[in-house]
Nanobody, 118 residues
Framework: QVQLVESGGGLVQPGGSLRLSCAAS????????MAWYRQAPGKQRDLVAA???????NYVDSVKGRFTISRVEGKNTVYLQMNSLKPEDTAVYYC????????????WGQGTPVTVSS
């Protein structure tokens, strides 16, 4: 059974930082490249960062140099450290296996909301 539980979101001022956590079931964490996605109001859900099982990370251009994705084996946990946050980072953040068409993934957690505002 797939389980994804995101946490760590909140309200932060521009320039601030947050660290998101995702507790994943072993069936997905141990089998796939993991990713963080975000969905802003009225927009589609987009992949933000991904990390392979060998810890190779990739980011979309808009977050490069500001966000860091990591994974901890044994804890089945994926993190997203977000620094220098901008208002345009405001969204609900989700984790899941990395997939080019997230709309095709059938299971999602509840997500964790991030609001960047002064």
């Amino acid at each position: 059974q797939v389980q994804l539980v995101e946490s760590g979101g909140g309200l932060v001022q521009p320039g601030g930082s947050l660290r998101l956590s995702c507790a994943a079931s072993g069936s997905i964490f141990n089998s796939y490249t993991m990713a963080w996605y975000r969905q802003a109001p009225g927009k589609q859900r987009d992949l933000v960062a991904a990390i392979t099982r060998t810890n190779i990370a990739n980011y979309v251009d808009s977050v490069k140099g500001r966000f860091t994705i990591s994974r901890v084996e044994g804890k089945n946990t994926v993190y997203l450290q977000m620094n220098s946050l901008k208002p345009e980072d405001t969204a609900v953040y989700y984790c899941n296996r990395a997939w080019s068409r997230p709309q095709e993934l059938t299971y999602w957690g509840q997500g964790t909301p991030v609001t960047v505002s002064s």
